[in-house]
């Protein structure tokens, strides 16, 4: 196919080939126009107390660890969340845009595991700013309240405690902002794109069906379909 056939071809189906461009513009407008989402992040670190303690729950830090596990499970009602390829992906790349995400680090990756700090990885995200603060701060309170009442369970006494410390103290809100140029860009292109190839694809099958008409038509020209011999006796009797 030329490129004249080409045009041609998109003349001919003009119709066809502005709705389908007309949908693509409407999707253009959808993406630059998409709402803002804010998220946040916060790490709650478990801070052990010293080498000579009573706590039931801290042998090692690998105990810490294990307790800081513990506690995220719980609060994702046993729910692991997605599967993430590194600990960088944030709440809003891996596609929850309203929400809240706790997490232990994994520096193995997304195919090992491997929980080395004592620390849970506390993300929210929401298309108000005030509501991912408040989020956020509910979440690591209620980190801190499971935590509590472990050890409240666990009889430690206080001074054993494996204490808590969220960093930063107050959630910052930060504002998750795209490319809005590229997005219109690559709407623009595969939207393009896909017309075109629709368009196409559709002119082709309305030609194989047209053809199919007309050589059915001419077939019935050629070879009319005779009357039955009974009939054609009577008419010469």
Do not use: C
């Not at 105990?63 to 944030?90: K, Q």
């Not at 991912?132 to 980190?143: D, E, K, L, Y």
């Not at 054993?160 to 103290?169: F, T």
Request: charged share 15%; net charge negative; no cysteine.
């Amino acid at each position: 196919m030329t490129i004249v056939d080409l045009v041609q071809i998109l003349a001919r189906r003009w119709a066809v080939l502005l709705g389908l461009l007309l949908v693509t513009g409407l999707s253009a407008v959808h993406l630059s126009s998409a709402h803002i989402v804010y998220w946040s992040e916060t790490d709650v670190r478990f801070v052990a107390p010293g080498p000579q303690n009573s706590n039931s729950l801290l042998t090692t830090t690998d105990s810490v660890i294990a307790t800081a596990g513990l506690i995220a499970t719980e609060y994702n009602d046993s729910n692991p969340g997605p599967r993430l390829s590194s600990d960088d992906v944030s709440i809003v790349d891996a596609g929850i845009l309203d929400g809240v995400l706790v997490r232990l680090p994994n520096a193995g990756g997304q195919w090992a595991t491997n929980f080395n700090e004592p620390r849970l990885d506390v993300q929210a995200s929401g298309s108000d700013p005030e509501e991912v603060r408040a989020r956020a701060v509910a979440a690591v309170a209620s980190i801190e309240r499971l935590l509590r009442q472990h050890q409240q369970d666990a009889h430690v006494v206080k001074t054993e405690l494996i204490v808590p410390h969220a960093s930063p103290a107050v959630p910052i809100v930060a504002e998750a902002v795209g490319s809005r140029v590229r997005a219109l860009v690559v709407t623009a292109v595969v939207g393009s794109a896909l017309s075109i190839g629709l368009v196409l694809y559709l002119d082709q099958l309305m030609l194989r069906r047209s053809l199919a008409k007309s050589r059915s038509r001419a077939q019935n020209w050629i070879n009319p379909i005779n009357p039955p011999l009974e009939a054609a006796n009577r008419v010469i009797d």
